[in-house]
């Protein structure tokens, strides 16, 4: 985990699936918009969000996003968001749940996954992508 995604725009990609997962992660998923495989959500990064992303670490791609590739991935899927909107969310004075609709489904990646049972530093697609988030929704469609 990376400690420098405070008060940062963070992408979300649910890799695995329901079947076997415990309640408690199950909840923690669902608190961050993922309830199902291939869906994309965002969070602002703060105590209690990164918390939650390191609770289902084992479930979940992510990395930090520029406010302008979440307006590519809104206007793409259809969704209107004025800039005002994405400056109030990034400070703190709206929540996204206010603004948009979560998750937002997506294709699974062309050429598939690497793995979805080790860590990107393992040679799979789990866990802290940085930056490198973007190339993972470009290969499912979200760019």
């Known amino acids: 985990m990376n400690a420098n995604l405070d008060g940062k725009l963070i992408a979300l990609v649910r ?5 076997g997962t415990r309640s408690d992660i199950e909840e923690t ?28 670490d084992a479930f979940i791609t992510y990395g930090e996003i520029e406010k302008d590739t979440f307006k590519k991935i809104l206007k793409k899927k259809g969704i ?9 969310i990034l400070n703190g004075k709206k929540k996204i749940k ?4 979560l998750p937002i489904r997506l294709h699974p990646p062309s050429k598939g996954f690497r793995s979805t049972k080790k860590n990107i530093k393992d040679g799979g697609d789990l866990g802290y992508r940085g930056i490198d988030i973007i ?6 469609g979200a760019l």
């Open 15 to 19: 890799v695995r699936g329901r079947p």
């Open 29 to 56: 998923l669902e608190r961050l918009n993922l309830p199902k495989i291939h869906n994309l959500s965002f969070t602002i990064g703060n105590k209690s969000s990164i918390g939650m992303i390191r609770k289902c």
């Open 80 to 88: 209107e968001i004025s800039d005002s909107d994405i400056e109030a």
């Open 98 to 101: 206010e603004v948009l609709k």
């Open 135 to 140: 190339n993972l929704l470009k290969r499912m």
